[in-house]
């Protein structure tokens, strides 16, 4: 069905349904996120697509993601000789929020970390609107035609920060799992050599941690709404014109007919597999499909694997309080993507 939906039918069915939030402050008139498929949704995907998130762009700017995640480590490494716990998905997000800043417009936003994603966009939205008044849009004029109201950052923040938090909570569930993709990072780099984006090729163990985590925990677990632009049949039913679609991944994921013991963290099942989530394999879509499959994929992908790596290469980890790996909570939180009911706590330590 997902890929009828997604690939087959992908003409009929790529414009959005609008939350009424996003009309609350005329975002949709604007935002590539919310758009249907016009002439100006199709410029604004090909900014993203040639000056954020081509494989050039993001080789010529990645010493600035490299220099951010030194910064995260440094602050880990502080708190690692204090003895002292740290909550990772407050780490991982203001990490995550000065990557994508540092990526797509080269200015420091550190000054302007804020507790949640929300004050965060109000934040944005006087930086862009600083830029207009004073030609500040000059330095980053991708920023003023891409989104005007800054909600590339809420699209790539949660859920990459998200998916960092899921996988280490995942690793820190399963010993085994963690030791042996620390392992394959110790033979792949040096120890105390900071990892580097294009260490990750080398790092398949990784990577199959990642679509594992995706394949559990996809951050937008029933993707972004989609809605019928004409009546269309699939697979016998009548889908109505302008009815809402929803693709439930979080399903697709934990389908028994799918997936061998479809509950349990298992990376290896995706080792020597041609599963990937670009977007042509319909058991493992977090980032959508078709045309509207998200620009920002290059961008997290990179982001993700080298933070991963980087928590995990230089540090053990364990819980707080002499916690027991089986008794760490799963529980989600209700919410447009895919949380943790409860934050994850852990201490680094150094080996
Ligand atoms: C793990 C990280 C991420 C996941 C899982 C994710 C997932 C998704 C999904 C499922 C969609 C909807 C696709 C569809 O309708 O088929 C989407 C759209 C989008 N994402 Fe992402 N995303 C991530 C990171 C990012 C990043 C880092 C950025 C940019 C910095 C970004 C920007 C966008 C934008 C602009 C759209 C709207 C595209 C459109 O409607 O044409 N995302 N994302």
Request: charged share 25%; proline share 6%.
């Amino acid at each position: 069905m997902a890929k009828q939906v997604l690939q087959k039918h992908d003409q009929s069915f790529s414009s959005r349904t609008v939350p009424d939030a996003a009309h609350a402050l005329n975002n949709y008139k604007f935002s590539v996120i919310w758009l249907p498929p016009s002439s100006q949704w199709h410029n604004l995907r090909r900014i993203c697509n040639s000056q954020m998130f081509s494989t050039s762009r993001l080789d010529a700017n990645q010493s600035l993601r490299h220099n951010k995640v030194k910064e995260l480590v440094t602050y880990i490494d502080e708190k690692c000789r204090m003895g002292q716990a740290i909550d990772i998905g407050q780490a991982v997000f203001s990490t995550t929020l000065n990557l994508i800043s540092n990526t797509m417009f080269s200015i420091d936003l550190a000054h302007l970390n804020s507790e949640t994603a929300q004050e965060f966009k109000f934040l944005v939205r006087g930086v862009l609107e600083e830029a207009g008044r004073s030609n500040l849009s000059d330095y980053f004029p991708v920023l003023k035609f891409v989104d005007p109201q800054g909600d590339i950052f809420v699209a790539g923040t949660d859920t990459s920060a998200g998916t960092l938090e899921w996988a280490m909570t995942e690793l820190l569930r399963s010993p085994n799992i963690m030791e042996k993709a620390r392992l394959e990072l110790k033979q792949a780099i040096e120890k105390d050599k900071p990892v580097e984006e294009s260490d990750i090729a080398r790092l398949p163990y990784l990577q199959a941690i990642v679509k594992e985590t995706f394949r559990l925990h996809p951050p937008a677990p029933l993707l972004v709404p989609r809605r019928a632009e004409t009546e269309t049949d699939v697979c016998g039913f009548t889908v109505p014109k302008n009815a809402l679609v929803m693709v439930n991944i979080w399903a697709i994921g934990q389908d028994p007919d799918t997936w061998a013991s479809p509950t349990l963290f298992n990376p290896d099942r995706f080792l020597g597999c041609d599963i990937n989530f670009r977007g042509y394999d319909f058991e493992l879509t977090p980032f959508g499909a078709g045309r509207r499959i998200c620009p920002g994929l290059p961008l997290a992908y990179r982001m993700v694997h080298l933070m991963l790596a980087s928590l995990i290469h230089l540090y053990d980890w364990k819980l707080e309080d002499g916690m027991k790996p089986e008794d760490v909570n799963m529980e989600e939180k209700f919410g447009i993507t895919l949380q943790r009911a409860e934050s994850l706590i852990a201490i680094p330590i150094k080996d």
